[in-house]
Structure formats: structure tokens, C-alpha cells
């Protein structure tokens, strides 16, 4: 079994925190979340300039496991940008050059989810589209258009016993939401980002991890499943029932109600064969410490180098076609963000406008956050990253992402 990587903590005040501050960020954690039963644990780091300023557990061990749903995104994306590095795929190649079902897609335009006509997309949906969230897929969760009942009734998201390749095929059949490039809305693109990794590689998506960014990172406790030497350390996943639009045991009420824990039928247990990139990796506080230190780090973290580093500067810049910020791509539906003053990359989000944002920031900080409440972000500017943990769903059920920009960038000196 591998050793979990260790976390030294440093000075803060010599990193460029006040030390007192930084104790009220887990006073306000304890009192607004844990004690009062919101959350079931929060784990909380701080790091500057490569050295951690600040590391906090609140009913979690610091070796703990977490599902990092969304924050599986980041993930995929650096790998099939390094597929783009090595001149075997482009941004502007159509989506159907390696998946041929999807030259046929067609556009939803009226009509309900068993009975609607379509018309043909303005374009094929390119590689970029898929990275930038504006390929016309969607999520069946959103629960808000027919497109999203075609998804829930065909199990898109969640496919057992199926692959990747069979969730492709499957959306071959389904009508896009929009026309490529129209719109920005939040879906399971970045899943088919992971099949591209795989027919480009020609390996599965979680070996294509393992050998080219876990193991390069030292991120010995991430991947898809836990197996039974570490499963105790895989933490009980809860939901609010009242908010959760994911479905929670019936009979259920409260603010926290466990969903899934870490016995043999949790789907974590055991090797899927469904390979979630957007969605479907544990890991641990200090596993995503190294992804972020390589991002922080310009694409390299002590010898192991997974991207160039003018590959990163671009990925962190704003893609999104209008030039402006997610509001202003017409699609106001679910994500792991706020809208104003926020832009897209190629697999996370980018700060525009701190002032539009409403939120204490630096412009080009960019990150992602998970269904269970779990975000990260990275601030070139102040060399800054920082990892917030719990397991929660949904996560807008508390604006605690909010709160935690605030706090955080109050602490700087």
C-alpha cells in the first residue's frame, strides 16, 4: 500500500498571512458548519509561494478520502491538453474525427421529451466546445429542459456496467440543447473529454491518470475507486435533503442525511467500469495539494513536468466565444460557479472581474468546485492555492465558497 503524502505547514506570517485571521477562518467553519450540523467535517488548506501557510481538520483525519466529483474536471482537462501538447489532437478538430456517431448531431427545437423536432447545429462540435462547456451538451439533472429528461431516461450520467464509449453513443442519439459555440451550459462534456483521452492514447482513462499524472505528482491515493486497505479512511458522503436535485433515501429529513458510506455496496468500493472524468474520483487533501502545486507551478511540481508552461497560460485564459463572462452566454442554468464576472478556460472557471464577481479576488485566478461541496482555486498573482473539503450535497446548499474568498484574502498581509 502507498504512504500518503505527508503536509509540512510553514510559517503564515512569513508567507504573507495573519495567523489570527487564518484561526478565525476555522472558527467561522466550526460555528456556521460543523457544530451546527450542516456539514459532517471540513478540511481546509492554504498554501503560498509552494509551502503550506495553513491546514485544518474538523472531523476528518488529514489523511481522509474524499469524492471529488466536478473536481475530477480539472483533471481530465490538463490530460487531454497534454494529448494537445504532443501535436495528437487540436482544439478546433471536430468531436466527430474520433467519434464519428457525432457527425450526425442534430439540435433540439420544440416539441417535449418524447415527442420534438430538431433541426440541424450552425457547426460540428470542436474539442474546444467540450473543454469550455459550450458543445450543446447538458446534465439530466438540471431537471429543467426536455433534453435533461432525455438524459435522466436514458442514464446518461450514471451508466454501471457500461463505458465511456457507451455514454458516447448514447448521446449520439439525443438531441444538443444549443448549436455549438452559442451558449455556455454545464454537462457531461468533459466525460467525453475522457473518451477522447482514451481513443487518442489508446489506454483507459484511469491507467492514462496513473501513469502520466498521479504517478508523475506523487498522488498516491487518488483514482477511481477505494480499495479495502484504505477504505476506512473513505469518509461517509451526506446530502441535504431538502436542497439535493441528486435524489437521497426516502424517509429522510434534516439538514445532513449520509447517502453513501464505505462499505462493500458503496460504488467506490470496487473498480467501475464506467470512468467518470467528470465526476468519479476520490482523493485526498494532500494528493490535490500536488495538482495544484503543478498548476501553481506552471505546469511542473519538483521533476515531474505534465504541461508546458505556456500551455497553462493559455488553458487560464478566457475562452468563451462572446470574449466576456458566463452571464453573458444566455444559458443561466446549474454549475460550480457564479456567472458575473466570471469566464471560462479550457476545464475551469477564470476570474474576469473581482468587482462583478462581488467576491475579493485576483484577476486570472481560476479553479472548480465538486457536487459535494468540495472547491479549489489557484491565484497565480499571489502564487496562492487553496483546497476546501467536505462531503455535501448539493453544493449551493450553503454559500460557503463565498465566505471562504472573503476570509482567505482578509487573512493577507
Known amino acids: 500500500m502507498s504512504t500518503p503524502t505527508s503536509l509540512v505547514v510553514g510559517d503564515p506570517a512569513e508567507l504573507g498571512f495573519d495567523p489570527a485571521r487564518l484561526a478565525a477562518i476555522d472558527a467561522f467553519i466550526a460555528d456556521r458548519y460543523v457544530d451546527a450540523g450542516r456539514y459532517p467535517g471540513y478540511t481546509l488548506l492554504i498554501s503560498r509561494h509552494g509551502q503550506i501557510a495553513h491546514l485544518s481538520t474538523n472531523g476528518y483525519d488529514q489523511d481522509a478520502i474524499f469524492r471529488f466529483f466536478s473536481m475530477s474536471k480539472p483533471v481530465t482537462s490538463v490530460a487531454l491538453l497534454s494529448l494537445m501538447e504532443k501535436g495528437l489532437v487540436k482544439l478546433g478538430d471536430p468531436v466527430s474525427a474520433y467519434i464519428p456517431a457525432f457527425a450526425d448531431l442534430r439540435v433540439w427545437q420544440d416539441g417535449t421529451a418524447t415527442n420534438y ?227 471560462f478556460g479550457l476545464g475551469w472557471s477564470v476570474m474576469l472581474d473581482p468587482a462583478r464577481a462581488n467576491v475579493p479576488s485576483s484577476p486570472g485566478e481560476y479553479g472548480w468546485g465538486g457536487a459535494a461541496s468540495t472547491v479549489f482555486w489557484v491565484d497565480p498573482a499571489e502564487a496562492l492555492t487553496v483546497i476546501g473539503l467536505t462531503q455535501l450535497m448539493p453544493s449551493s446548499a450553503y454559500p460557503i465558497r463565498t465566505e471562504l474568498k472573503a476570509l482567505v484574502y482578509g487573512a493577507l498581509t
Open 117 to 343: 423536432t430538431t433541426t440541424f447545429p450552425e457547426r460540428e462540435m470542436t474539442v474546444k466546445d467540450l473543454l469550455t462547456h459550450t458543445s450543446g451538451l447538458t446534465y439530466g439533472f438540471m431537471g429543467r429542459h426536455p433534453v435533461d429528461a432525455m438524459y435522466r431516461a436514458e442514464g446518461i450520467e450514471r451508466m454501471p456496467g457500461n463505458s465511456l464509449a457507451d455514454m458516447c453513443a448514447k448521446l449520439a442519439e439525443v438531441p444538443l440543447l444549443f448549436s455549438p459555440g452559442t451558449q455556455w451550459s454545464y454537462s457531461v462534456a468533459t466525460d467525453v473529454c475522457g473518451h477522447l483521452v482514451e481513443l487518442i492514447s489508446g489506454q483507459p482513462l484511469d491507467e492514462f491518470f496513473r501513469t502520466n499524472i498521479f504517478e508523475p505528482l506523487g498522488m498516491v491515493d487518488t483514482g477511481f475507486w477505494v480499495d479495502d486497505a484504505r477504505a476506512d479512511r473513505l469518509v461517509p458522503n451526506f446530502a441535504n435533503p431538502l436542497l439535493s436535485p441528486f435524489g437521497v433515501p426516502e424517509g429522510v429529513s434534516g439538514a445532513m442525511a449520509q447517502i453513501d458510506g464505505n462499505g462493500p455496496d458503496s460504488p467506490y468500493r470496487s473498480p467501475p467500469t464506467f470512468l467518470s472524468g467528470g465526476g468519479g474520483l476520490v482523493s485526498t487533501v494532500a494528493d490535490y495539494h500536488r495538482f495544484t502545486q503543478m498548476l501553481v507551478g506552471g505546469g511542473r511540481l519538483d521533476d515531474a513536468r505534465i504541461l508546458g508552461r505556456k500551455t497553462l497560460d493559455f488553458a487560464t485564459q478566457n475562452h468563451l466565444p462572446t470574449g466576456g463572462d458566463l452571464a453573458s452566454m444566455g444559458q443561466a442554468v446549474f454549475s460550480e460557479t457564479s456567472y458575473e464576472g466570471i469566464g
